[in-house]
């Protein structure tokens, strides 16, 4: 398979030589044409040059002689019967009656009868002219041929001159596209060059076509290419990394899963198994045993349903049904339910009446969890604050260290990475997942070893009034 610059150059050069081939044609058609017509021109000059002399003389064969000798043309008379009365060239005597010549014969109804023909008499090709004279003595007509041979001689010396210059354009036009083609060949060589530091990923090579703006907006072009498959490799990059983070991430989420349910399975198991081998067992002791089973058995159900909660909102299966209700009477059920949990913590509240438009159900869910986590990771008083524009939950706990503050979101994220306490990292997830629903945002104050706050502003759940979103 040939190169792009050999098949240039060949194409140049088949080109070149069909142009020179079929202008040789048309030069030799046609110069040949234009000098038959000028020498035809040039007899029918000479015939009516000698016109007014052949009038006035009676010695035609003298006449021919001296006409013949002057122009270096043949010089014939014919007689109107076609008698050659005088010719310059061969013996009147022995010539054939004229009157069928073609050129007699149109000199009768036109002006000049021209033809172009081999003559027998004197072996050789002849354009003749001939013309008509009328005296009141006679009428006879005056012929005057040129050889078609010294006409072509002229014609091939300027067919040949026109041809050998129309070669000399060729070479030289063939050596400015050999030189083109050399061009093109380095700004190709170039761009593979390109090419193949870029399959090596060296993204900082360097791209310089110099002659063809052609390859300059190619050139652009790959580019522009390359800066896309960098930005492609940097972010396949990471997403690997990423990847690899979250297969981590999963490992440690099996990891907090299995020891999650290890502990209440087991023993949920352990009493289960004490109350069927111990049939007389005491019935205060078997009701505290069944109560733990119970007791147990919630805490495996409200894990299930965190992480049916947590699927549903990572593929956005769950939408919310707002309505309009009192948020301090849910701040209240809240509290109650988490302090029946934790009878020896202190969950205090202050706030005053506060009607919202939401789902009351993810709203309660948002409390609990915010309350629920304040009281894992703080041993004093817990704080639940209503005001006019926003809701706080401030504890006096561990805190967050500001390079996790932008990660407590995060599903199975967790402070402690090294206490479980009955959770898997779910709870903030969840609650910002659902305050995203709810067109508010989560915000987190907090000092390592001072406390901190989580809230929301109330606004867009003042404003959705009277309208659902989903």
């Not at 007014?52 to 006409?67: E, G, K, M, W």
């Not at 076609?82 to 010539?95: L, Q, R």
């Not at 004490?274 to 805490?299: A, Q, Y």
């Not at 006096?396 to 090294?418: C, H, M, W």
Request: aromatic share 8%.
């Amino acid at each position: 398979m040939l190169r792009i610059h050999q098949l240039f150059f060949l194409n140049v050069l088949g080109l070149f030589i069909a142009a020179l081939l079929i202008a040789s044609l048309m030069s030799y058609f046609t110069l040949k044409s234009m000098i038959i017509h000028d020498s035809e021109e040039r007899l029918i000059e000479n015939i009516n040059l000698l016109e007014p002399l052949i009038t006035s003389t009676n010695d035609f064969d003298r006449f021919v002689a001296q006409a013949s000798g002057k122009t270096f043309l043949r010089v014939t008379i014919i007689a109107e019967n076609g008698e050659v009365i005088a010719e310059s060239d061969a013996d009147k005597e022995t010539m054939e009656n004229h009157s069928g010549r073609i050129e007699v014969m149109h000199a009768l109804t036109e002006p000049y009868g021209v033809a172009v023909r081999y003559s027998n008499t004197v072996k050789t090709d002849f354009i003749y002219v001939a013309h008509k004279v009328t005296t009141p003595e006679r009428v006879f007509f005056i012929r005057l041929a040129m050889s078609l041979d010294s006409v072509m001689d002229h014609f091939y010396i300027l067919w040949i001159q026109l041809v050998g210059a129309f070669s000399v354009l060729i070479v030289i036009a063939l050596a400015i596209a050999y030189t083109i083609s050399k061009k093109a060949r380095y700004d190709i060589l170039q761009i593979t060059h390109y090419l193949d530091q870029v399959s090596a990923k060296n993204y900082r090579a360097v791209l310089k076509p110099e002659y063809f703006r052609e390859f300059l907006q190619i050139s652009i072009m790959l580019k522009n290419l390359v800066k896309k498959l960098h930005n492609r490799d940097k972010q396949k990059r990471k997403h690997t990394a990423k990847l690899r983070l979250i297969n981590k991430q999963q490992n440690d989420i099996l990891s907090a899963i299995s020891h999650e349910f290890k502990n209440p399975i087991a023993a949920i198991m352990g009493y289960a198994e004490t109350l069927h081998d111990d049939l007389n067992l005491n019935p205060k002791i078997r009701e505290k045993f069944l109560d733990k089973i119970l007791s147990n058995t919630h805490r495996v159900t409200m894990m299930l349903d965190r992480l049916a909660l947590s699927v549903k909102l990572e593929n956005n299966d769950l939408s919310i049904k707002p309505s309009s209700f009192d948020l301090s009477e849910v701040c209240h059920d809240s509290i109650s339910i988490l302090q029946a949990k934790y009878p020896e913590r202190s969950i205090r509240y202050n706030g005053t009446s506060r009607t919202v438009f939401a789902d009351k159900t993810m709203i309660e869910l948002i409390l609990t969890n915010l309350i629920d986590n304040a009281l894992k990771y703080s041993e004093e008083e817990v704080s639940v604050t209503l005001t006019e524009h926003s809701l706080r939950v401030s504890d006096k706990g561990i805190g967050i260290a500001p390079t996790e503050l932008d990660k407590i979101t995060s599903k199975f994220y967790r402070v402690q990475k090294n206490r479980w306490d009955n959770s898997m990292g779910l709870g903030l997830s969840i609650v910002s997942y659902i305050l995203k629903l709810h067109d508010t945002l989560l915000q987190i104050e907090s000092t390592p070893g001072v406390g901190s706050t989580f809230s929301f502003t109330l606004d867009s759940l003042i404003e959705k009034k009277g309208t659902g979103k989903k």
